[in-house]
């Protein structure tokens, strides 16, 4: 709109011709939707490219799986090292399409950032906003193309700097905000110019009753925030959580990883794609964590309250590691399954019993320690992935 804006003061002026001018806000209105649909079509041809590979790998993976099973009471023991040879080489394979899936995530994000940041001449602003806050406040932040990062503060008030940089002259920043505060619920929104983006930082005086982000093309950070409920979301950035504490957290990005350390919540559920999910010395009653293409590290898990821990984790193409606390106080219990990968287990400093089957190219195991049937503490953990391999070991 400034821009715009611009060439038509210059036209009034005398400065340029109404040719010019006309030819000048068709060349905005161009960049603004070319940027729009290039991005889109773009994230589309990766989603298709690694929607084809997983397909691929699975394709594969059935179709030598049914040729060994046929083929067993010809080939023998021979068949059976096939086999494993076969499930290395597969397992390999499904490394290999994560590995590209990081890759192309990253090219996703950098060909998004250098197309915002086409414009020749920048101009940066920088802005600091101050608002009164009560506690138990539901805060929702939303924005685009801005890096959001959550922390505390010692003042009474809310705090938001903005940092921007555009490829507009003359921002004035408070005609792309909008502020809504009603009651317990405060709202603040952006809506920038395109070739515009940047960091908000946002310092947080109290416990809140909700935290919500939303934002694109950027990470999201929360440390040592305390709230009832999160709600961090973006695309194309990562999310990460360190030492915070809520009963509920929900958070869901794409191309970007997730992680997690230090935080509690009664319940957690982290999805996102083409990245990677490392949880680290966390406490929670439910955990669901699910990406594709990417690995999924669980190292150090504890129980909030509720006497059943219960932990889903998900991936395809990726490896999963778990690493178990040594306790006497809480009895674990596993279910793994893998298609076309190895399940190692190495707990010595942990009493259990395994119990593991082969199936085609699937393996199957059941980890349970000694006492998880006389304790009354438990830990129910289901885990599964394709094309790779799960591990589970003792946490360091």
Known sequence: MEEKMLILKMLQEGKITAEEAHKLLESIDTNTSSFESDAR???KRFEEKMQGLHQKASKVAEKLGNSLNNGAEKFGSNSEKFGDDFAKRMESFGNDIADSAV???????????????????KYQYNKNYMYPLSDNTELSIETSNFAVIVSPTTESDLMINLYINSSTPNLVLDEFLRVDQVNNKFSFKTQFPSRTWGKIEVLVPK?????????????CELSDITADYFMPSTSNGRISLLNCQSKS????TSNGKIIVSGTSSEIADFTTSNGKIEIEDCKFDKLD???????????????????????????????ITISLNNSDTCGYMIDATTSVGNISVDLPQLNYFIDKKSFSMQSVAQVKSSNFDSIEDKIFINTHTSNSSIVIDAAR
């Open 41 to 43: 079509k773009y994230e």
């Open 103 to 121: 890759k192309f995530s990253d090219k996703l994000v950098n060909y998004l950032g250098n197309f915002i940041d086409m414009g020749n001449d």
């Open 207 to 219: 416990h809140l009753s909700s935290l919500n982000i939303v934002t694109t093309n950027g990470k």
């Open 249 to 252: 957290v929900k958070a869901s």
């Open 289 to 319: 964590a699910k990406t594709s293409n990417g690995a999924i590290l669980l190292d150090g898990i504890y129980k909030v309250n509720s006497k059943e821990g219960n932990y889903n984790l998900r991936t395809s193409n990726g490896k």
